[in-house]
């Protein structure tokens, strides 16, 4: 079949249309933004991405959705293939616009702007959250006074970030001078590593020293890196002494947190800590609703509920298939329906519920790395393919916690002497390769969803 490109963009456009109001938009950005769709070849579809990372990122999170959404704009089964681009995009920005844009980014204030959505008033509190909402609500009511530092833990897509940028907009709502600096750990440790390398990092210290509200979230992204929280640990301190709010969240309690400095663990627990569970059925219930209301769709109740029964994983799921639900009936023009649920959802759940294991690990890193399964498993040694295969095994032990032994036999027959050998050098590498271990981390973040 030969389509011409106008057809082609502007298939893909659609697919972006519907696929942007479901992701984060840093997500959206990093991963689609120079995305560009090539060729349709009989039922494949091709896009190009820039990097590797983007490619592993996409056919982790993202394939499955798109998919769908292709087959249902085309009409039959598309399977979507994405290559790496080899030559630069040529709608490149002229090099003096680009020059500019590097100057702002260096003026710009510290942390990330808050998200308008995330506030109290479109948070659905439940038994699952109540308790995070209220402390969250009372710390933002007196700032430095009751709960110093707030510690919110709990895993992906349950409103940690939303909960906390709402503290920020509480804040700033009653007092619009508040400084406040609303970062993620990964930003905090970019920006000291970029102070370091232009020699201003008294600047870096000055800028977060002198917050009146400091709002972290995802802690745990400090784990291994000594001199990131040598250098959190003396802000935190600083802020502390002056009464400053802080407010952390994190994956885990403070407690799990590994490779963190004794000294941050003990002054996280000093505060107040609070859990975001997942969302009962009663939850999942109202909050549907309440999308339905902002997005002013028509829909039953029932058919609320049966959504809501069958995405049980976490909020932004349950808003994702929601969002698609919603694409789908307005671009066939009928309402939600059972029928539609079963048809949209139904390969989602399928994919959601099947259990992250050996097999599936081993194809996810094959994948990414461009080798196949049985490379992994044979007893190659060139790096192109022993590095996955370390990956692999890396990834395997940390992340379903098999006996060494164990893993040994599913890489065929290694023995465990081996195994542990592959895990200390990836664990060696990541603690010299800040790229790497940010690679293996989303490969984490990823596989525990
Ligand atoms: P986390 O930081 O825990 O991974 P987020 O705060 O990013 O999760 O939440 C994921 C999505 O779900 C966001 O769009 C957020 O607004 C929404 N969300 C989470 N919890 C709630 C809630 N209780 N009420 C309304 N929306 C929520
Ligand atoms: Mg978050």
Redesign the pocket.
Known sequence: MKIEDKEILSVWKKVLNIIKPQL?EATYEMCFASCEPTKIDGNQFFIEVSNMFVKGMIIDKHKILIEGILSGLMGFAVSLDITIRTTPILTRKPENEKKQKKKSINKKPAGIPLNP??TFD?????KS?EFA?AVSNAASESPGKLYNPLFIY???????????QAIGHHILERKPKTSLIYVSAEEFMNDLISSIKNKNTPEFRKKYRKADLLLM??VQLLAGRIQTQEEFFHTFNELFQRNKQIVL?SDRPPKRLAQMEDRLVNRFEHGLIAD?QP?DLE?RIA?LK?EAEDKEVEVTEEILAYVAERVES???E??GAFTRLVAYSSIEKSFITRELVDRILGDLIKFKKQKINVEYIKNLVADYYEVTVADLISKKRSNKITHPRQVAIYLIRTILDLPLQLIGEKFGGRDHTTIMHSISKIEDMMNRNLEFKNEIEIFEKNLSI
């Open positions: 984060p959505k995330y479109s948070f659905v509190s439940g959250n909402y709990g895993g992906v897509g349950l409103g940690k970030t939303h909960l906390l979230d995802d969240t975001v969302p939850l909050i309440k976490n909020i932004r349950l808003q």
